[in-house]
């Protein structure tokens, strides 16, 4: 394979047969780890996809995989050549995109990623009128925590993610849509007081979500809880959906936060036991985050309005003595 020096005597090769067939084909054995499924993936024999591996590997000069072991392993070098073709594909389908955005197509695939404490109450608003609207694009939702929206954000296996705002990570673009109060639910309260202070929490009847959720540090912060909170006795129960944490807070006539489009469907033998507060009104920010290379540009322009549209009038306007409170410490 024909190599020059450049002026800053850094190495550089002429790739004069990679193709994106080439390295759609890497990346799939580098995922399953076996050419035969490989090949059956991307419909093509295993001997094709072989020869056009070994071809690539031989252009650059390096082993990407160690076809002695079974399965097949990944080398050292290969783990680096196979993270930047996974960058170049990424780049082509965005190409592809932009190309589509031009001619006013939409079309492909997108991926949106959607933490626990929202996907329940402003998914089923929204989504299926949505997708209604794009007939040619594939969508993939998922519930996932926080944490794994941003690392798959990065890596660029997601596109989207509806998360609690502000994260200020690099490379990270994050575009508000609401902010939503936080209410007291007491079930061992059901007095006329309508209005209470964070002060007046029992902290001994808190319970909360599981650690890794963005909501449980923010009521943690709210409550100033982290040196405080005392635990149920001997045990320390950290649930990981508000549906399974009511649950315990019914049978335990405890206390919890939730945001305020998880009780909207609360029956009305609930409601009575849910609190507003007085100002500062603690709010999370619920928003869009995307890579900032993100070419899809429309379609989140689209999904921003029609996530406001419906949540908008549910919710109401941003009020005087919010306090938003941020989802990480």
Known sequence: MPAYVTNDGILNFQFEEMNIQQIEYIIAVGKLKSFGLAAEQCFITQSTLSTMVARFE?????RIFDRKTKPITITKEGEEVIGQLKVISKEIGHLHEVVNRLKGEVTGDLKIGVIPTVAPYVLPLFLYEFIKKFPK???EISEISTEKIMENIKKRDLDIGIVSIPLNEPDI???????????LYDQANNSAKKHFSVSDID????????EGHCMRTQVETICDLRQQRMMHGNLDYKSGTIATLM?????????????LLATLDLPENEQVHLKKFRPPIPVRNIGLVTHKHFVK???????????????????GKTKSGQEVILPLN
Do not use: C, S
Request: glycine residues 4%.
């Open 58 to 62: 031989d252009e650059i000069g390096v």
């Open 137 to 139: 694009v594939q969508f």
């Open 173 to 183: 673009v994050e575009i508000p849509l609401y902010y939503e109060p936080f209410l």
């Open 203 to 210: 902290l001994e009847r808190l319970w909360l979500l599981e």
């Open 247 to 259: 649950k315990f807070v019914h049978n335990n006539n405890g206390v919890t936060l939730l945001p």
């Open 297 to 315: 540009k429309n379609m989140l322009k689209l999904l921003k309005a029609e996530v406001q549209r419906k949540v908008m009038p549910l919710i």
